[in-house]
């Protein structure tokens, strides 16, 4: 029997169930959007809403020690500054006037491998819109790659070696 059984094992000890809702909660604060099982979704909802709530109060709050112990007790869960900082300054003033039930599960279907019953968990209010050319919100920085790459480079350097000299992708595409 399970009595007052509060949460799912997710088949994994607790160690690495904790790590696990921690990975998915820091993926989930910065994407906005995820997929994973059903049941792993379920899992991690309290767990974000949780997040978000601590971050609310310590915008709330009067005095600096508040806000400060609020960030602490994310930093707990959450390791990287950036999605801190992220949850602080963008998530949770976009939530400031809303109860709860910041998050949003949407059934997918079954997975094609294992026929696993997926699900997408998306904070409610970053919908995703085909119509919108403009992202909703900056995602987190991350360093540019070369807008050639790897095979804009073997393809000029092939040309060199083939005698058309140093040509422009642009001048080729025209």
Not at 16 to 32: F, P, V, W
Not at 109 to 126: F, H, I, P, T, Y
């Amino acid at each position: 029997m399970r009595h007052r059984v509060a949460h799912r094992k997710l088949g994994r000890t607790s160690e690495h169930r904790k790590s696990l809702l921690r990975n998915q909660a820091e993926a989930l604060l910065r994407h906005e959007r995820i997929q994973t099982t059903v049941s792993k979704a379920k899992e991690l909802r309290p767990f974000v809403e949780r997040l978000i709530t601590i971050a609310k109060r310590g915008l709330a709050a009067d005095d600096v020690g508040r806000g400060v112990h609020a960030r602490r007790l994310v930093r707990r869960d959450i390791a990287d500054q950036v999605i801190v900082s992220k949850l602080f300054d963008g998530i949770a003033p976009r939530f400031e006037k809303r109860a709860g039930g910041y998050t949003r599960l949407l059934r997918l279907g079954l997975r094609q491998g294992d026929k696993a019953e997926m699900a997408q968990v998306e904070l409610v209010g970053s919908e995703y819109s085909p119509k919108s050319t403009e992202p909703l919100q900056p995602e987190v920085t991350t360093p540019q790659k070369s807008s050639q790459g790897v095979g804009g480079r073997l393809r000029a350097a092939a040309r060199r070696i083939r005698g058309k000299g140093d040509v422009d992708d642009s001048a080729e595409q025209s």
